[in-house]
């Protein structure tokens, strides 16, 4: 596109969502892939498809990895269409949300059979999987590059053709499992569901959003370049659009001025002293409560294209993100009373989510070695693009040396296509940017 005609976000978004409703209505195409940026409107987009496809007389099912995703389309559908029936495909023991329950147009079962008359059926991969009668024209796949190959497999003779949202950059499919056996086979269980579909159809049309509606001016170009290095999106809103004003004067140590700078530029790295710490870095733990609960102290507002005027940036609004599941509690018990209502959860557990304000433990902080769970460039991505706002990483010096260190040797196999970026590269993006927004803590 020519320098200075640029086309607005909304209308380049747009754009884009109107040729992926036309390759799904035209029926050309087995399957259709969306890839999206954090924040660029994908249940929107499976919403939209939805409605669409149901108005159309075409009965679909939808297809999500977890209950609270299941949860938040039906909400979404339930918003944006109320005469259209919905059917909550569930296990039997699975007590509807209030998000759920709110619905009329909403009816809960464990069988398909019950829900005969549903215009869309909504349920998780493995709900599905246990359906063994019935098959629709559609299906909506949404977070297909979170779902296993295998878990596709399993529901695919449910469906004709498909449309499968997601976003390549986030977390991997995972196993608990060693899964080493498989690597290299066209096979591959643990191979994104559209990993598979494109390698044995390549011929399937992939369309791109081009905007994320969620990162701030700040983040995007960031975020863009550390882990969308090929495809890129831009930020929906302009530098000027938000602001994040703290309103109580603070005590003016490194906290303080940890969130004066993110709140003044977007970022903030919270440096502590170098050392090689155990996990469950008690000093670092520290450090991210009290910059949570600082932040409340202080009375954040955030203005926006959906608040102008500012709104208060409420303990439900923040968000603390680690690597382990130890490291989270240790948060946790940091944190304590003061704390309500902050959430503190895993990348993993935080994907798809959106706060203000969010608050990193760096996956590398304090360690002696790069192993490849912690260089996962998707585990980087997904703590680094929860924000509408700013985001401060807590982090001990020495994670450049320690990248230095450990170059990224993972091995290459045959007929493994090359990941990019690889998470060493996606580290030293972030790090590089992160050295401007430093303020020394400890």
């Known amino acids: 596109m020519l320098a200075g005609l640029e086309l607005p976000p909304a209308v380049e978004a747009e754009r884009v969502i109107a040729a992926v409703l036309a390759d799904v209505r035209s029926g050309d195409h087995r399957g259709v892939v969306v890839d999206s940026p954090p924040g660029a409107g994908k249940s929107t987009l499976v919403v939209r498809a939805a409605v669409e496809l149901a108005a159309a007389d075409e009965p679909l099912i939808i297809v999500a990895q977890t209950n609270e995703q299941v949860d938040d389309l039906i909400d979404r559908l339930a918003r944006k269409a109320p005469e259209l ?57 949404d977070e297909a590059y979170q779902m296993r190959s295998d878990a596709l497999l399993r529901v695919a003779g449910r469906f004709e053709r498909a449309l499968f949202v997601g976003d390549p950059g986030q ?21 994104s569901a559209v990993a598979v579909l494109l390698r044995h159809n390549p011929e399937l049309p992939v369309h791109r959003l081009p905007v994320s509606w969620r990162l701030p001016a700040s983040a995007a170009p960031l975020v863009a370049a ?29 906290a303080d001025d940890a969130l004066e700078m993110a709140a003044r530029t977007g970022w903030a790295l919270y440096a502590l002293p170098e050392r090689q710490t ?33 709104a208060p940036v409420t303990a439900d609004r923040i968000a603390i993100g680690a690597a382990h599941r130890d490291q989270v509690a240790a948060i946790r018990a940091q944190l304590g009373a003061a704390g309500a209502g902050i959430t503190v959860d895993t990348a993993n557990r935080l994907q ?28 980087l991505c997904v703590l680094a693009s ?11 010096d020495g994670i450049d040396e320690l990248l230095d260190a450990h170059p990224s040797t993972e091995p290459v196999h045959l007929d493994v296509p090359v990941k990019f970026p690889d998470g060493w590269e996606a580290n030293q993006s972030t790090m590089t940017h992160l050295r401007a927004h430093r303020v020394t803590g400890g």
Not at 289 to 310: H, K, Y
Not at 372 to 378: N, Y
């Open 85 to 141: 029936a919905i059917g909550r495909l569930s296990a039997a023991d699975y007590q509807p949300s209030e998000r759920v329950r709110g619905h009329a147009t909403v009816r809960v079962a464990a069988k398909v059979a019950d829900l005969r008359g549903a215009a869309v059926l909504v349920g998780t991969a493995a709900k599905w999987a246990t359906v063994t009668e019935g098959s629709w024209p559609w299906a909506i796949v």
């Open 171 to 191: 977390l991997d499919p995972f196993s608990t499992v060693d899964t080493a056996r498989w690597t290299g086979l066209a096979w591959d269980p643990m191979q």
């Open 226 to 254: 550390a882990f969308y290095p090929f495809t890129g999106f831009r930020a929906g809103t302009g530098p000027t659009e938000r602001a994040l004003t703290l309103t109580t004067p603070g005590g003016g140590d490194a």
């Open 278 to 310: 155990l996990r469950t870095d008690v000093e670092a733990a520290a450090a991210c409560a009290t910059l949570a609960t600082r932040l409340v102290q202080r009375g954040a507002v955030a203005a926006s294209e959906q608040a102008p005027n500012g």
């Open 352 to 379: 798809g989510r959106e706060y203000d304000v969010t608050i990193v433990l760096h996956p590398l902080s304090g360690r002696r070695d790069a192993t490849a769970f912690h260089l996962e460039s998707g585990r």
């Open 386 to 396: 929860r924000h509408r706002h700013a985001c401060v990483v807590v982090a001990r």
